[in-house]
C-alpha cells in the first residue's frame, strides 16, 4: 500500500491531462485509467482494494468528466464486483456507532453526482442496469443495504419503468431473501424509497397524457363535453365496471375478485389528483364535480339498493367492493405526509358522498343477511362484505357525530333481532340443511358485529327491555357447539364449493370464534354480576355471567377446537372470568394460563398473529387484578405467574420484543392505578423490575441482533423514576427491589460483575458507580460516616482489594459534609486516614491518597481549622514537592493524569446525578463498549411511560458531557488476598532495576546522554534513528527500549507527547528516561535530513526499492541516520530521493513485510554488532 499511495495523486493529474479544456471531451480513451483501478480491485490485499474504491469514488469530487459508456460498464462491473466486500465498509478507528461508514457515505455522494451529470436519454438504461447488476450475483447484507441507500438518495426523477419495477422486485425477492432480517429490512425501506423517487410517476403521466385516452362513444352525454378525455375515460371505466354481464349471473355464482375493484379505485383516484395539479390555485369546487362526475354511476346504483329488489346480484357486489376500495385506498393516501390538504379534501367529499347513500345501502344489507337469502358456501364471502361495508358506514357516522335514527341506528335493532330469531329457529332440531347451516353462520356473524358496534358506540344500545332479551339470549349460548355438516343429497352443488372437511372446518371455527365475541361483549358489560363462585346464585337469569366455572371450562374447550388466528376473544373472555375465580377455582385458573400459554409458545415463529395474541396473552395472565390476588392468597397460581414470567423472558433472548410488551404492560398498569395497593402487588412481583434492569447480554455481543433491551431498561428505570420517595408503598418497594438485588444468586449473570467490581480493576464503570453510591448515601446518610471510617481499619490484606475505592470516595468529602454544619471532627478524622495511606508501599494507593489529601487539605484551609496548624508544614511541603517533581518519570505523569481525570476533576456527584451521566457518559468515560451506552434520546422517544413535565432527571448540568475518555484506569490489587500477592510482583515491586531520579538538571540533552553513558562505562554511538514516520505508540515504545539497551545516541520521534501513552510506557519500561529524544514532526523531515547530512551523517532508509542493498552485505557507516517508514505506507517517495542508501532485509516467508519495530531492532543490531567487532579488531 505504500508503494502504491503516492502515486494515486498522479493519477489524478493523468485524468487532468485526458480530457480537453475546450471542448471537454477524452483525449485519449479512459480504459487506459480504468485498467489501474481494475488491477487495484482484483488486489488480494484488501486495504489496496479499498483505497482503490475510495479514490475512485473521489473523482467527481473536484472535476466533472466526459461521459463515457466504458466508464457506466466499468461501475456497473468491476466497481460494483468490489463493492461487494463488506470489510470495505467498516467504520475509521475513533468513529462513534451509528455515525456510518466513510465508503458507504462516498459511494452514495459518488452516485448522485454522477447520475445528476448522465444525459436524460442514458440515465434510465444505466439505473436498470446497476439495478439487475444487484441480481445477477450474491451479495452480503451490508454493501446491499449501502447500495440501496445510495439509490435512495438519487434525486426524484422519472428514470424507472415497468422493467425497473420487476428488478427492484428481484432484488427483494431473490437477493435479499437469507439476509438478517434487521439490515433486511433497512435495505428494503431504503428501496421503497427509491422506487417511489425513481419510478414514473402515475400521476404525471396522466396529467401530461390526458390528451391520448380515448373518449367513449356516449361522450355526448352530459357533462362529459366539459370534461378532459381522462376524466371520460374514468368516468366510462366505472360505468363498464358496475355493468354486470348477463352471463355471469345466477344465485350461486362466486364473488368477483377483488384486484379489479381495486385498480379502478386507484385510477378514481389518481385522476382526482391530477384534476387536483390543474386546479390547484384555482377554485377548489371543481374537484367535487369531477368527483362527482366520477362517482354517480356507482352512487346512482347504491342509491337504488333498497328499492330494487332485482338488482343482479354480481352488480351489487361489484358496487360494494369499489365502495371498500374506495374508502380504504383513500385512507391510505389520507396517512401519507404528502400533499396532505388535497389528500384530506377529496377523503372527505368521498365520505360525504358516501353518507348520503347510507340508508339504501344499510336496508340492502339487512334484507340480504335477514331474508334467507344467503344459503351457499359462497354466500359466506358476501356476508363477509355486507358486514365490513356495514362496519364501514358506522365509523363514517361516529366520525360526523352520532344522531339517533339516522339509517344505521334504525338498522341495528332489526339486524339484531332478526338474528336471534333465526339462531332461535335452529335451535329447534329442524334437519341441518345447507341453506339453513349457512343462515346460522350468517345471523352469527351479523350478531358479533353488532355487539362490537355497540361495544364501540354505546349509543346504539335500544331500550333496555329489547337489550335484556338480547342478553339473555346471548348468555343462553350453547358454546362451542359443533355445527353439524349440512346433508349432501339436498344441495349436490356444496360438494362443488367446498367438499373437504378442512372447507366446512374453518366455518364452523368462525361461528365460534363470533360466539365468543359476542360473549365477551356481555361479560364486559356485565362484569360486576359475575359471583366469586356459582354456589351464590341458584337460579341464574345470566347464565353464561352468573356461572363462570362452566364459562370458563367452555373457554378452555374453546382454546382446543379454534385455530391460533380465531383465539383473541376467548383470551378476552378468560381475561374477565379469571380474576373472579382465581380464590374459588384456582386450579381451573392455572390449566387456562398452561393451555393459554402453550399457544403462545406454539406461535413463535408464526409473526402476522404472534404479537397480537402475545400482547392479549399479557393482558389476560398479568391483568393488575390477577397479580393482586395471586400474591395475596400466595397458592399455586402466584407460583405459576411468576413461572410464565420467567418464560417470557428466557424466549425474550431469542425473540427480540417480547420482554418489552410484558414489562411495558405492567408497569403502566402499576402507574395508573397510582395508589398503595398497586404497589404493594408491584412489590410481589419485583423479579420483573429487577430482571428489566439487568437484561440484555451485554458479554455476548455476537448474540445481540437489536438493542431492544435498551427499551427493556429504559421502560423500568422510567417506573423507577415515577415512583415517590415520600409514599411508604412506594419505598417499601424500592427497598425491596435493592434486597432482592442483592440477595438473588448472580452467578454466571452479567449483574455479578457489579459485586465483584468492587474487587477487581477491570470493570471500570462498575467502581465508579460504586464510588458514586458511597458518596450520595454518606451525603444522604450522614450517620453512617463512622461505619465508613471502620472501612479504613481492617487488615492491610483485605483493603488491598478495596483501598483506592474508598479513597476516591473520600476525595468528595466537599459533597458528603454538605449539609453537616459541625465539620471539623470529620475532616480532623479524614486528614488522620489520608496520612496514613500516604504512606503505603503500594504507588497506586499512595497517589490514591494524595488526591484525596489534597481536596482535603484545601477544604481545611477554607475553614480555617485552628487545630489542624501543627499538621500545614508538613502537609503543604509534601503536596508541593509532588507537584514540584522533576523529570519525565512515570510517578509524575501518573499524577498530573489523576488529578486530570473526570472523577476527581469535572465530575459532580449531585449535580450529575442524572439518567445521562448513568446510561451514556459515565460508561462512554470509562470505556465500556459502544453497543451499552443508552442515549438519552431513547428515553424522550419511549413514551409508553411518560414521565412529568417538570421532571429535570434527563441531562447533565455539568461538562462532563464534553469530556473524552482519558487513559487512566481505578486500578486496584487483585480480587482477593491470593490475586493480590500474585499482582504484587508488578506494584509492590519493580519487574526490572529502573533507577528513580527525582532531578534531572536543565542541560543539553545530549551532554545528559554522555554523561550518563561515561558513568555507566558505555560507549557513545553515532547512530540517529528517526521513527517520526511511525503512528503505534507500540512500535514506538519498543522501538526507544531497542534503542537504549544498544546505545543509541538519539530517537527522533514525530510527537514528543507520545512517551505519556500508556502503550508506549509498558513497552518502553522508563527506557525513554535514560535515551535522548528529539521531536521533528514529519513535515520537518526533509529539513532535518539535509541538516545531518551537513554534519557528515549518511542516510540510510529501509525501504524495499530496486536498488536496496542486502543488510547483510551493507557495511555502516559511524554516522548513520536509520530512517524508517510508516507502519502501513513505508517510506513516502519524497523522502527517498533524500536517502543515501536503502538497505532491505533478505527474507524467506511468502509474506513480503515484518513490522516496523522488528525491522528497525534488526538494523539497529546490526550497526552494534559491526562497531563492536570494529572496536575489537583495533584494540587488538
Given at each position: 500500500?505504500?508503494?502504491?499511495?503516492?502515486?494515486?495523486?498522479?493519477?489524478?493529474?493523468?485524468?487532468?491531462?485526458?480530457?480537453?479544456?475546450?471542448?471537454?471531451?477524452?483525449?485519449?480513451?479512459?480504459?487506459?485509467?480504468?485498467?489501474?483501478?481494475?488491477?487495484?480491485?482484483?488486489?488480494?490485499?484488501?486495504?489496496?482494494?479499498?483505497?482503490?474504491?475510495?479514490?475512485?469514488?473521489?473523482?467527481?469530487?473536484?472535476?466533472?468528466?466526459?461521459?463515457?459508456?466504458?466508464?457506466?460498464?466499468?461501475?456497473?462491473?468491476?466497481?460494483?464486483?468490489?463493492?461487494?466486500?463488506?470489510?470495505?465498509?467498516?467504520?475509521?478507528?475513533?468513529?462513534?456507532?451509528?455515525?456510518?461508514?466513510?465508503?458507504?457515505?462516498?459511494?452514495?455522494?459518488?452516485?448522485?453526482?454522477?447520475?445528476?451529470?448522465?444525459?436524460?436519454?442514458?440515465?434510465?438504461?444505466?439505473?436498470?442496469?446497476?439495478?439487475?447488476?444487484?441480481?445477477?450475483?450474491?451479495?452480503?447484507?451490508?454493501?446491499?443495504?449501502?447500495?440501496?441507500?445510495?439509490?435512495?438518495?438519487?434525486?426524484?426523477?422519472?428514470?424507472?419503468?415497468?422493467?425497473?419495477?420487476?428488478?427492484?422486485?428481484?432484488?427483494?425477492?431473490?437477493?435479499?431473501?437469507?439476509?438478517?432480517?434487521?439490515?433486511?429490512?433497512?435495505?428494503?425501506?431504503?428501496?421503497?424509497?427509491?422506487?417511489?423517487?425513481?419510478?414514473?410517476?402515475?400521476?404525471?403521466?396522466?396529467?401530461?397524457?390526458e390528451s391520448c385516452f380515448r373518449r367513449p362513444s356516449t361522450c355526448s352525454s352530459i357533462g362529459?363535453?366539459?370534461?378532459?378525455?381522462?376524466?371520460?375515460?374514468?368516468?366510462?371505466?366505472?360505468?363498464?365496471?358496475?355493468?354486470?354481464?348477463?352471463?355471469?349471473?345466477?344465485?350461486?355464482?362466486?364473488?368477483?375478485?377483488?384486484?379489479?375493484?381495486?385498480?379502478?379505485?386507484?385510477?378514481?383516484?389518481?385522476?382526482?389528483?391530477?384534476?387536483?395539479?390543474?386546479?390547484?390555485?384555482?377554485?377548489?369546487?371543481?374537484?367535487?364535480?369531477?368527483?362527482?362526475?366520477?362517482?354517480?354511476?356507482?352512487?346512482?346504483?347504491?342509491?337504488?339498493?333498497?328499492?330494487?329488489?332485482?338488482?343482479?346480484?354480481?352488480?351489487?357486489?361489484?358496487?360494494?367492493?369499489?365502495?371498500?376500495?374506495?374508502?380504504?385506498?383513500?385512507?391510505?393516501?389520507?396517512?401519507?405526509?404528502?400533499?396532505?390538504?388535497?389528500?384530506?379534501?377529496?377523503?372527505?367529499?368521498?365520505?360525504?358522498?358516501?353518507?348520503?347513500?347510507?340508508?339504501?345501502?344499510?336496508?340492502?344489507?339487512?334484507?340480504?343477511?335477514?331474508?334467507?337469502?344467503?344459503?351457499?358456501?359462497?354466500?359466506?364471502?358476501?356476508?363477509?362484505?355486507?358486514?365490513?361495508?356495514?362496519?364501514?358506514?358506522?365509523?363514517?357516522?361516529?366520525?360526523?357525530?352520532?344522531?339517533?335514527?339516522?339509517?344505521?341506528?334504525?338498522?341495528?335493532?332489526?339486524?339484531?333481532?332478526?338474528?336471534?330469531?333465526?339462531?332461535?329457529?335452529?335451535?329447534?332440531?329442524?334437519?341441518?340443511?345447507?341453506?339453513?347451516?349457512?343462515?346460522?353462520?350468517?345471523?352469527?356473524?351479523?350478531?358479533?358485529?353488532?355487539?362490537?358496534?355497540?361495544?364501540?358506540?354505546?349509543?346504539?344500545?335500544?331500550?333496555?327491555?329489547?337489550?335484556?332479551?338480547?342478553?339473555?339470549?346471548?348468555?343462553?349460548?350453547?358454546?362451542?357447539?359443533?355445527?353439524?355438516?349440512?346433508?349432501?343429497?339436498?344441495?349436490?352443488?356444496?360438494?362443488?364449493?367446498?367438499?373437504?372437511?378442512?372447507?366446512?372446518?374453518?366455518?364452523?371455527?368462525?361461528?365460534?370464534?363470533?360466539?365468543?365475541?359476542?360473549?365477551?361483549?356481555?361479560?364486559?358489560?356485565?362484569?360486576?354480576?359475575?359471583?366469586?363462585?356459582?354456589?351464590?346464585?341458584?337460579?341464574?337469569?345470566?347464565?353464561?355471567?352468573?356461572?363462570?366455572?362452566?364459562?370458563?371450562?367452555?373457554?378452555?374447550?374453546?382454546?382446543?377446537?379454534?385455530?391460533?388466528?380465531?383465539?383473541?376473544?376467548?383470551?378476552?373472555?378468560?381475561?374477565?372470568?379469571?380474576?373472579?375465580?382465581?380464590?374459588?377455582?384456582?386450579?381451573?385458573?392455572?390449566?387456562?394460563?398452561?393451555?393459554?400459554?402453550?399457544?403462545?409458545?406454539?406461535?413463535?415463529?408464526?409473526?402476522?398473529?404472534?404479537?397480537?395474541?402475545?400482547?392479549?396473552?399479557?393482558?389476560?395472565?398479568?391483568?393488575?387484578?390477577?397479580?393482586?390476588?395471586?400474591?395475596?392468597?400466595?397458592?399455586?397460581?402466584?407460583?405459576?405467574?411468576?413461572?410464565?414470567?420467567?418464560?417470557?423472558?428466557?424466549?425474550?433472548?431469542?425473540?427480540?420484543?417480547?420482554?418489552?410488551?410484558?414489562?411495558?404492560?405492567?408497569?403502566?398498569?402499576?402507574?395508573?392505578?397510582?395508589?398503595?395497593?398497586?404497589?404493594?402487588?408491584?412489590?410481589?412481583?419485583?423479579?420483573?423490575?429487577?430482571?428489566?434492569?439487568?437484561?440484555?447480554?451485554?458479554?455476548?455481543?455476537?448474540?445481540?441482533?437489536?438493542?431492544?433491551?435498551?427499551?427493556?431498561?429504559?421502560?423500568?428505570?422510567?417506573?423507577?423514576?415515577?415512583?415517590?420517595?415520600?409514599?411508604?408503598?412506594?419505598?417499601?418497594?424500592?427497598?425491596?427491589?435493592?434486597?432482592?438485588?442483592?440477595?438473588?444468586?448472580?452467578?454466571?449473570?452479567?449483574?455479578?460483575?457489579?459485586?465483584?467490581?468492587?474487587?477487581?480493576?477491570?470493570?471500570?464503570?462498575?467502581?465508579?458507580?460504586?464510588?458514586?453510591?458511597?458518596?450520595?448515601?454518606?451525603?444522604?446518610?450522614?450517620?453512617?460516616?463512622?461505619?465508613?471510617?471502620?472501612?479504613?481499619?481492617?487488615?492491610?490484606?483485605?483493603?488491598?482489594?478495596?483501598?483506592?475505592?474508598?479513597?476516591?470516595?473520600?476525595?468528595?468529602?466537599?459533597?458528603?459534609?454538605?449539609?453537616?454544619?459541625?465539620?471539623?471532627?470529620?475532616?480532623?478524622?479524614?486528614?488522620?486516614?489520608?496520612?496514613?495511606?500516604?504512606?503505603?508501599?503500594?504507588?497506586?494507593?499512595?497517589?490514591?491518597?494524595?488526591?484525596?489529601?489534597?481536596?482535603?487539605?484545601?477544604?481545611?484551609?477554607?475553614?480555617?481549622?485552628?487545630?489542624?496548624?501543627?499538621?500545614?508544614?508538613?502537609?503543604?511541603?509534601?503536596?508541593?514537592?509532588?507537584?514540584?517533581?522533576?523529570?519525565?518519570?512515570?510517578?509524575?505523569?501518573?499524577?498530573?493524569?489523576?488529578?486530570?481525570?473526570?472523577?476527581?476533576?469535572?465530575?459532580?456527584?449531585?449535580?450529575?446525578?442524572?439518567?445521562?451521566?448513568?446510561?451514556?457518559?459515565?460508561?462512554?468515560?470509562?470505556?465500556?463498549?459502544?453497543?451499552?451506552?443508552?442515549?438519552?434520546?431513547?428515553?424522550?422517544?419511549?413514551?409508553?411511560?411518560?414521565?412529568?413535565?417538570?421532571?429535570?432527571?434527563?441531562?447533565?448540568?455539568?461538562?462532563?458531557?464534553?469530556?473524552?475518555?482519558?487513559?487512566?484506569?481505578?486500578?486496584?490489587?487483585?480480587?482477593?488476598?491470593?490475586?493480590?500477592?500474585?499482582?504484587?510482583?508488578?506494584?509492590?515491586?519493580?519487574?526490572?532495576?529502573?533507577?528513580?531520579?527525582?532531578?534531572?538538571?536543565?542541560?543539553?540533552?545530549?551532554?545528559?546522554?554522555?554523561?550518563?553513558?561515561?558513568?555507566?562505562?558505555?560507549?557513545?554511538?553515532?547512530?540517529?534513528?528517526?521513527?517520526?514516520?511511525?503512528?503505534?505508540?507500540?512500535?514506538?515504545?519498543?522501538?526507544?527500549?531497542?534503542?537504549?539497551?544498544?546505545?543509541?545516541?538519539?530517537?527522533?520521534?514525530?510527537?514528543?507527547?507520545?512517551?505519556?501513552?500508556?502503550?508506549?510506557?509498558?513497552?518502553?519500561?522508563?527506557?525513554?528516561?535514560?535515551?535522548?529524544?528529539?521531536?521533528?514532526?514529519?513535515?520537518?523531515?526533509?529539513?532535518?535530513?539535509?541538516?545531518?547530512?551537513?554534519?557528515?551523517?549518511?542516510?540510510?532508509?529501509?525501504?524495499?526499492?530496486?536498488?536496496?542493498?542486502?543488510?547483510?552485505?551493507?557495511?555502516?557507516?559511524?554516522?548513520?541516520?536509520?530512517?524508517?517508514?510508516?507502519?502501513?505506507?513505508?517510506?513516502?517517495?519524497n523522502l527517498i530521493q533524500q536517502v543515501d542508501v536503502c538497505v532491505e532485509i533478505p527474507q524467506?516467508?511468502?509474506?513480503?513485510?515484518?513490522?516496523?519495530?522488528?525491522?528497525?531492532?534488526?538494523?539497529?543490531?546490526?550497526?552494534?554488532?559491526?562497531?563492536?567487532?570494529?572496536?575489537?579488531?583495533?584494540?587488538?
Amino acid at each position: 500500500i505504500h508503494v502504491i499511495k503516492p502515486v494515486l495523486p498522479k493519477l489524478n493529474n493523468l485524468f487532468e491531462y485526458a480530457v480537453s479544456e475546450e471542448n471537454g471531451c477524452w483525449l485519449f480513451h479512459p480504459s487506459w485509467h480504468l485498467c489501474i483501478y481494475k488491477r487495484m480491485f482484483e488486489s488480494e490485499n484488501k486495504i489496496l482494494t479499498k483505497e482503490g474504491v475510495t479514490h475512485f469514488l473521489e473523482l467527481y469530487e473536484t472535476r466533472v468528466l466526459p461521459f463515457s459508456a466504458e466508464f457506466s460498464e466499468f461501475i456497473i462491473g468491476p466497481l460494483m464486483d468490489a463493492l461487494s466486500e463488506s470489510s470495505l465498509y467498516s467504520r475509521s478507528p475513533g468513529q462513534l456507532i451509528g455515525s456510518g461508514s466513510p465508503l458507504g457515505l462516498k459511494l452514495q455522494k459518488f452516485l448522485v453526482t454522477y447520475i445528476s451529470l448522465l444525459p436524460e436519454e442514458i440515465k434510465s438504461s444505466f439505473l436498470l442496469k446497476f439495478i439487475q447488476k444487484m441480481t445477477s450475483r450474491h451479495w452480503c447484507a451490508i454493501p446491499i443495504l449501502f447500495l440501496c441507500k445510495a439509490l435512495a438518495n438519487i434525486p426524484r426523477c422519472k428514470a424507472l419503468g415497468i422493467e425497473g419495477l420487476l428488478a427492484l422486485r428481484d432484488v427483494l425477492q431473490c437477493t435479499m431473501i437469507t439476509h438478517q432480517i434487521l439490515l433486511r429490512g433497512a435495505a428494503q425501506c431504503y428501496l421503497l424509497q427509491a422506487a417511489m423517487n425513481l419510478v414514473d410517476v402515475l400521476c404525471d403521466w396522466l396529467r401530461v397524457n390526458e390528451s391520448c385516452f380515448r373518449r367513449p362513444s356516449t361522450c355526448s352525454s352530459i357533462g362529459l363535453h366539459e370534461t378532459s378525455s381522462l376524466n371520460a375515460y374514468v368516468k366510462n371505466l366505472v360505468q363498464e365496471y358496475i355493468k354486470s354481464p348477463a352471463w355471469e349471473g345466477g344465485e350461486n355464482c362466486c364473488m368477483p375478485d377483488w384486484l379489479e375493484a381495486k385498480l379502478v379505485a386507484m385510477m378514481v383516484l389518481l385522476a382526482i389528483d391530477v384534476e387536483g395539479m390543474k386546479s390547484q390555485y384555482s377554485e377548489k369546487r371543481r374537484t367535487q364535480n369531477v368527483l362527482r362526475i366520477f362517482l354517480d354511476p356507482l352512487l346512482d346504483a347504491l342509491v337504488k339498493f333498497g328499492t330494487n329488489a332485482y338488482m343482479p346480484l354480481l352488480k351489487t357486489d361489484r358496487c360494494l367492493q369499489l365502495l371498500l376500495k374506495l374508502l380504504h385506498t383513500c385512507l391510505l393516501k389520507g396517512s401519507s405526509t404528502q400533499d396532505v390538504a388535497p389528500t384530506d379534501e377529496v377523503c372527505t367529499l368521498l365520505q360525504n358522498f358516501v353518507m348520503s347513500t347510507t340508508e339504501s345501502i344499510s336496508e340492502f344489507i339487512l334484507r340480504r343477511l335477514t331474508m334467507k337469502e344467503l344459503s351457499s358456501v359462497s354466500d359466506l364471502d358476501r356476508c363477509h362484505l355486507y358486514l365490513m361495508v356495514l362496519t364501514e358506514l358506522i365509523n363514517l357516522h361516529l366520525k360526523v357525530g352520532w344522531k339517533r335514527g339516522n339509517p344505521i341506528w334504525r338498522v341495528i335493532s332489526p339486524l339484531k333481532n332478526a338474528s336471534i330469531r333465526h339462531l332461535q329457529e335452529m335451535d329447534r332440531g329442524q334437519e341441518p340443511t345447507l341453506g339453513r347451516q349457512i343462515q346460522r353462520v350468517v345471523s352469527m356473524a351479523a350478531l358479533a358485529t353488532v355487539c362490537e358496534a355497540i361495544d364501540q358506540k354505546p349509543e346504539l344500545q335500544l331500550d333496555s327491555q329489547d337489550a335484556g332479551a338480547t342478553e339473555r339470549f346471548l348468555s343462553s349460548l350453547q358454546l362451542n357447539q359443533t355445527l353439524q355438516k349440512p346433508h349432501t343429497e339436498e344441495d349436490g352443488s356444496f360438494f362443488e364449493e367446498s367438499s373437504s372437511s378442512q372447507g366446512w372446518g374453518k366455518i364452523v371455527a368462525q361461528y365460534i370464534h363470533d360466539q365468543w365475541v359476542c360473549l365477551s361483549f356481555l361479560l364486559k358489560k356485565y362484569h360486576t354480576l359475575i359471583p366469586a363462585s356459582e354456589d351464590e346464585i341458584l337460579e341464574p337469569i345470566l347464565p353464561a355471567v352468573q356461572m363462570p366455572v362452566r364459562t370458563l371450562q367452555s373457554a378452555l374447550e374453546a382454546l382446543t377446537i379454534l385455530p391460533s388466528d380465531q383465539v383473541l376473544p376467548v383470551f378476552h373472555c378468560m381475561k374477565i372470568l379469571v380474576p373472579k375465580l382465581l380464590t374459588s377455582s384456582e386450579s381451573l385458573c392455572i390449566v387456562s394460563f398452561d393451555m393459554a400459554w402453550k399457544i403462545i409458545a406454539s406461535l413463535s415463529n408464526t409473526q402476522l398473529i404472534f404479537w397480537s395474541n402475545l400482547k392479549a396473552f399479557v393482558q389476560f395472565v398479568f391483568d393488575p387484578k390477577v397479580l393482586t390476588i395471586a400474591a395475596k392468597i400466595k397458592g399455586q397460581a402466584y407460583f405459576k405467574i411468576k413461572e410464565i414470567m420467567y418464560r417470557i423472558i428466557e424466549m425474550s433472548t431469542i425473540k427480540t420484543g417480547v420482554f418489552n410488551i410484558l414489562i411495558s404492560y405492567c408497569c403502566k398498569s402499576w402507574i395508573v392505578s397510582a395508589s398503595n395497593v398497586s404497589l404493594s402487588t408491584a412489590k410481589n412481583y419485583s423479579e420483573l423490575v429487577y430482571e428489566a434492569c439487568i437484561f440484555g447480554t451485554v458479554f455476548r455481543r455476537d448474540q445481540s441482533t437489536k438493542r431492544e433491551d435498551h427499551y427493556v431498561r429504559i421502560c423500568a428505570v422510567k417506573f423507577l423514576c415515577l415512583l415517590d420517595g415520600s409514599n411508604m408503598s412506594h419505598k417499601l418497594f424500592m427497598e425491596d427491589l435493592a434486597i432482592k438485588l442483592l440477595e438473588k444468586n448472580f452467578l454466571n449473570r452479567i449483574i455479578d460483575k457489579i459485586f465483584q467490581a468492587g474487587f477487581i480493576s477491570n470493570q471500570a464503570s462498575i467502581k465508579y458507580f460504586i464510588e458514586w453510591i458511597i458518596i450520595l448515601i454518606l451525603h444522604k446518610f450522614p450517620q453512617f460516616l463512622p461505619k465508613f471510617w471502620d472501612c479504613f481499619s481492617y487488615g492491610e490484606e483485605n483493603l488491598k482489594t478495596s483501598i483506592c475505592t474508598f479513597l476516591s470516595a473520600l476525595s468528595h468529602l466537599d459533597i458528603i459534609t454538605e449539609n453537616i454544619p459541625e465539620k471539623k471532627l470529620i475532616l480532623k478524622q479524614a486528614l488522620i486516614i489520608v496520612l496514613h495511606w500516604c504512606f503505603n508501599h503500594n504507588f497506586s494507593i499512595r497517589l490514591y491518597a494524595l488526591v484525596a489529601l489534597k481536596k482535603i487539605w484545601s477544604m481545611c484551609k477554607t475553614l480555617h481549622i485552628e487545630e489542624l496548624d501543627a499538621l500545614t508544614s508538613i502537609i503543604e511541603s509534601s503536596l508541593n514537592q509532588v507537584e514540584n517533581m522533576h523529570g519525565a518519570g512515570n510517578a509524575k505523569k501518573n499524577w498530573q493524569r489523576i488529578q486530570e481525570h473526570f472523577f476527581f476533576a469535572t465530575f459532580h456527584p449531585l449535580k450529575d446525578y442524572c439518567l445521562e451521566t448513568i446510561f451514556y457518559i459515565l460508561p462512554r468515560l470509562s470505556g465500556l463498549v459502544e453497543d451499552e451506552w443508552i442515549a438519552i434520546g431513547k428515553f424522550t422517544r419511549f413514551t409508553d411511560i411518560p414521565l412529568d413535565a417538570g421532571f429535570q432527571w434527563y441531562l447533565s448540568p455539568t461538562q462532563l458531557c464534553e469530556l473524552k475518555p482519558g487513559d487512566w484506569s481505578q486500578q486496584d490489587i487483585g480480587s482477593n488476598s491470593g490475586e493480590a500477592d500474585n499482582e504484587s510482583e508488578w506494584s509492590d515491586v519493580q519487574k526490572k532495576i529502573i533507577p528513580w531520579r527525582n532531578s534531572v538538571p536543565d542541560l543539553d540533552l545530549e551532554l545528559v546522554f554522555q554523561d550518563r553513558a561515561a558513568k555507566l562505562g558505555k560507549s557513545l554511538s553515532r547512530l540517529i534513528v528517526v521513527a517520526s514516520l511511525i503512528d503505534k505508540p507500540t512500535n514506538l515504545g519498543g522501538l526507544c527500549r531497542t534503542c537504549e539497551v544498544f546505545g543509541a545516541s538519539a530517537l527522533v520521534v514525530g510527537n514528543l507527547q507520545c512517551i505519556r501513552d500508556k502503550q508506549f510506557q509498558h513497552l518502553s519500561v522508563s527506557a525513554e528516561q535514560w535515551l535522548p529524544l528529539v521531536e521533528v514532526k514529519p513535515p520537518q523531515l526533509i529539513d532535518y535530513l539535509q541538516q545531518k547530512k551537513a554534519e557528515g551523517y549518511t542516510i540510510v532508509g529501509v525501504e524495499q526499492t530496486v536498488k536496496s542493498l542486502d543488510l547483510t552485505q551493507y557495511c555502516f557507516p559511524e554516522k548513520s541516520l536509520l530512517l524508517l517508514g510508516n507502519e502501513r505506507e513505508g517510506i513516502p517517495a519524497n523522502l527517498i530521493q533524500q536517502v543515501d542508501v536503502c538497505v532491505e532485509i533478505p527474507q524467506q516467508g511468502i509474506t513480503r513485510s515484518l513490522n516496523v519495530h522488528v525491522s528497525g531492532a534488526l538494523l539497529v543490531w546490526e550497526y552494534t554488532r559491526q562497531q563492536l567487532l570494529k572496536q575489537g579488531d583495533a584494540g587488538s
